[in-house]
């Protein structure tokens, strides 16, 4: 009797340990803890963030988008080089959509309108109502973000 019970008291302790070392190293367990602080996804590039799925919106010449609840409508878009986004922005508050760069992880100044140089994905503040546009002429991934908000981050993939 005394080793049935020993034998017992082994076999829950190894399933214990199984179960414990399974939910160490399952990808939902390092998902939780990456996302236990509501702004880590703040700190992060574009292409770290849950963006959801790809929009597929290739061959369409023209894209529009909102900027809505500190948000991009449609965050991971996939377009066709040549194509024109327009971002406007919903929200009260005023939101930009620059491509992501060093530092882009802190809250820091959008460039002036005067500032905004055709080519050079970085627009200027837009208040409720205004939109600002880009033609993304060259195949790549452009993640991007809002420079007075960080923690909204976006990326259009743009395939020939």
């Known amino acids: 009797m005394p080793f049935l019970i020993g034998g017992l008291v082994g076999a829950v302790i190894a399933v214990g340990l199984l179960v414990f070392f399974d939910d160490q190293n399952s990808p939902s367990a390092s998902s939780s803890e990456h996302s236990a602080g509501a702004d880590d996804h703040a700190h992060h590039p574009a292409e770290e963030a849950d963006l959801g799925r790809v929009v597929d919106l290739t061959g369409q010449p023209e894209v529009q988008i909102n900027i809505k609840d500190y948000a991009y409508a449609r965050p991971n878009i996939q377009v066709t080089k040549g194509t024109k986004v327009t971002w406007t922005n919903q929200d009260p508050v005023a939101h930009n959509v620059m491509k992501e760069h060093d530092d ?35 195949v790549g991934s452009y993640p991007y973000h809002c420079a007075p908000h960080p923690y909204m981050q976006a990326i259009v993939d743009v395939t020939e």
């Open 104 to 138: 882009g992880d802190e809250a820091h100044e959008a460039p002036s309108a005067d500032e905004v140089r055709d080519g050079v994905f970085a627009g200027p503040l837009l208040a409720k109502g205004e939109h600002y546009s880009f033609t993304f002429n060259k």
